[in-house]
Nanobody, 124 residues
Framework: QLQLVESGGDLVQPGGSLRLSCTAS????????MGWFRQAPGKEREGVSY????????YYEDSVKGRFAISRDSAKNTVYLQMNSLKPEDTAVYYC?????????????????WGQGTQVTVSS
């Protein structure tokens, strides 16, 4: 059974940076498309970024393009989300998720495995 654990969330000032990690156990991530989602209080969970299996194409939600970067390290069985130029509206719980669909998707229903989430708060 694939298990995902996120880390790296923190309180950061506007304009700051964070790197989130999503480490897997129980199975290699190489055959999964990986997504990062976020959910702010009172809002639906939304897709932020996606990287296809084996480090192929990447995709970003419009509001994070040019600021966030997703990557994966097969040797560490880990996916990262580098977040720069953070804004207060980036405040949310961030989740990583694994999909066995071999195409880009932001539908939460296409992701069978989820981490527990890590809190990111952007505030002065």
């Amino acid at each position: 059974q694939l298990q995902l654990v996120e880390s790296g969330g923190d309180l950061v000032q506007p304009g700051g940076s964070l790197r989130l990690s999503c480490t897997a156990s129980g199975h290699t991530l190489d055959y999964y498309g990986m997504g990062w989602f976020r959910q702010a209080p009172g809002k639906e969970r939304e897709g932020v970024s996606y990287i296809s299996h084996q480090g192929g194409p990447t995709y970003y939600e419009d509001s994070v393009k040019g600021r966030f970067a997703i990557s994966r390290d097969s040797a560490k069985n880990t996916v990262y989300l580098q977040m720069n130029s953070l804004k207060p509206e980036d405040t949310a719980v961030y989740y990583c998720a694994a999909s066995d669909r071999f195409y880009y998707t932001t539908s939460i229903y296409d992701y069978a495995y989820w981490g527990q989430g890590t809190q990111v708060t952007v505030s002065s």
